[in-house]
């Protein structure tokens, strides 16, 4: 039985692991997670014309006969094999862990699945199934000797920059130790060096920590509040200022997050019968002491129904920050849009009322 193999190594090398039928990416780092995806969907998928192959699920709506069916479906365009990702597939898989295990028994080899999952024990049944069969790709925080040599790493290989060992060090110590938000700093550092240039510690000291990053946190707050007015105000601060839009997405995601996977704590516990203290599930999710109360203001002004829309946009603004909407002007739009999703006035709850 095959150890988990940790998302570092994973996506490092990701032609020295062959993608099986069934994959597992599992953890609290939804960077890492997504990272994961999206070279499974590489490996597997070629081309533009892949996306005529790729289903995506969510795991609360999903059933195994849809995912199955798709699964044995070979496409007349894309690739020769489908792709079907479960998207937060925690109760996907507790729903139909038994089908699940007959089908890890005896997948189809036209397609790929991927179960996204925070939880995967490994005391269980499918988990040595997955473990004989598939692959299983652990998304944590790694160690801070990781974290440095992923980093410099990724600053070579998506960015083409070169990262000082010295500047990691300062990187690290200046900016919260989530690998998301590291990386939309990196890019932000990478732009300002120039096409393989050399990120020093210089550059990062002068563009790291500033009064930037307290406008950024007062700008989070805002939107968080619904006070979309202040928040747009803090974002033309930053903005004029020279900030990237995309450095401003990776610190607002950074908190945003831990709202999303509050959220998600709490429908688990709910699900399971129990009751959601929403404060313990607030520093579960990764929220400090200090900060508990405003926090919890916060998500109860964004509602469990945007709550649980926070993953996903998230993830549709950083794809099109990398894609179409990667030019300033139309990056600024993405998280405008952004902001006035989380504001009181769009808040879903409130316009049921009228």
Avoid at 15 to 22: L, N, R
Avoid at 23 to 51: H, M, N, P, W, Y
Avoid at 129 to 155: D, F, H, N, W
Avoid at 216 to 227: C, S, V, Y
Wanted: net charge positive.
């Amino acid at each position: 039985m095959s150890k988990p193999l940790p998302a570092i190594d994973y996506l490092n090398q990701p032609a020295k692991h062959p993608v099986p039928p069934v994959c597992v990416a599992f953890g609290d780092e939804s960077f890492f997670k997504r990272e994961v995806i999206r070279t499974l969907r590489e490996q597997v998928l070629d081309g533009d014309d892949g996306d005529f192959s790729l289903v995506t699920l969510s795991g609360r709506d999903a059933e195994p006969r849809d995912v199955f069916d798709q699964l044995a479906t070979v496409s007349m365009f894309g690739a020769d094999r489908r792709m079907v990702v479960i998207d937060q597939a925690d109760p996907f898989v507790s729903r139909f862990r038994s089908t699940l295990e007959d089908y890890v028994a005896q997948p189809k080899r036209t397609g790929v699945l991927v179960l996204e999952v925070t939880a995967w024990a490994s005391n269980t049944r499918l988990y040595k199934a997955v473990a004989a069969e598939g692959l299983q790709i652990q998304c944590k925080t790694p160690s801070p000797a990781q974290l440095l040599k992923y980093l410099t790493a990724r600053a070579r290989k998506v960015h083409r920059a070169k990262l000082d060992p010295a500047a990691a060090d300062l990187l690290v110590d200046l900016v919260e130790p989530e690998v998301g938000l590291l990386d939309q700093e990196l890019a932000r550092l990478a732009l300002l060096a120039g096409p393989d240039g050399e990120i020093t510690s210089q550059l990062v000291s002068e563009n790291v920590g500033s009064w930037r990053t307290q406008t950024t946190w007062e700008l989070i707050d805002a939107a968080a509040a619904g006070n979309a007015r202040d928040a747009l105000d803090q974002l033309d601060r930053l903005i004029l200022a020279g900030e990237h839009p995309i450095a401003i997405l990776g610190q607002m995601a950074s908190t945003l997050r831990r709202f999303a996977k509050a959220t998600r704590l709490v429908d688990q516990q709910e699900q399971t019968g129990r009751r959601a203290g929403l404060r313990a599930v607030l520093e579960q999710a990764g929220f400090k002491r200090f900060v508990i109360d405003k926090a919890e203001r916060q998500l109860r002004q964004i509602g469990r129904a945007r709550g649980q829309q926070l993953y996903r946009w998230l993830l549709e603004a950083d794809v099109a920050m990398k894609g179409e909407s990667s030019s300033p002007g139309r990056a600024r739009l993405v998280l405008e849009r952004l902001i006035v999703r989380l504001s009181t006035l769009a808040d879903p709850r409130r316009n049921a009322t009228r």
